[in-house]
């Protein structure tokens, strides 16, 4: 072979690796497009949760004119809807400290209505009793864990 061609052979070699290394550099650059177009799909992806989320929120809203657990249960008198929202908002609360927070409320209320009414929920399987560990506390209550899952749910949420 002749230096002429030992040249262009050389040459030859030197374009053809050229040409590997831009190939290489190309696959890496469509590789990270590639991840930075999943990274956006998943957030719009978030994005759209959000958005029927809040939407689900309005669409209750417009129809019952508020947002409220009692939404999701039997609960037709106000006492008992705003117990049911006082033990969403706190868990272990017992009869003196709902009676408190429903006298927050609403303006009046009596231990004897609260414990009928309370009750009346547990009855219907929305809140239930529990007793403190420390036996000078007393019974607490709070909201089952179905009626906590269907709100949960009816959210949007995943719980």
Request: hydrophobic share 30%.
């Given at each position: ?5 030992d ?27 590639m ?15 959000i ?11 417009k ?15 106000p ?35 609260v ?15 529990t ?29």
């Amino acid at each position: 072979m002749s230096e002429e061609e030992d040249v262009k052979e050389r040459e030859l070699k030197d374009e053809i690796e050229s040409l590997r290394d831009q190939v290489k550099g190309l696959e890496n650059m469509l590789e990270e497009l590639m991840n930075l177009h999943k990274s956006v799909l998943d957030k719009a992806s978030v994005a759209s949760d959000i958005e029927k989320r809040y939407m689900r929120m309005l669409s209750l809203y417009k129809k019952f004119g508020r947002i409220s657990p009692a939404q999701l249960t039997s609960v037709e008198d106000p006492i008992s809807e705003k117990i049911v929202e006082i033990l969403f908002d706190e868990k272990n609360l017992n009869i003196t400290q709902i009676t408190g927070r429903l006298r927050e409320k609403k303006g009046s209320a009596s231990r004897h209505t609260v414990r009928k009414k309370l009750k009346e929920l547990e009855e219907d399987n929305i809140v239930k009793e529990t007793e403190s560990e420390d036996p000078n506390k007393g019974k607490y209550y709070e909201i089952t864990d179905e009626v906590v899952n269907r709100w949960a749910k009816m959210l949007g949420i995943n719980k």
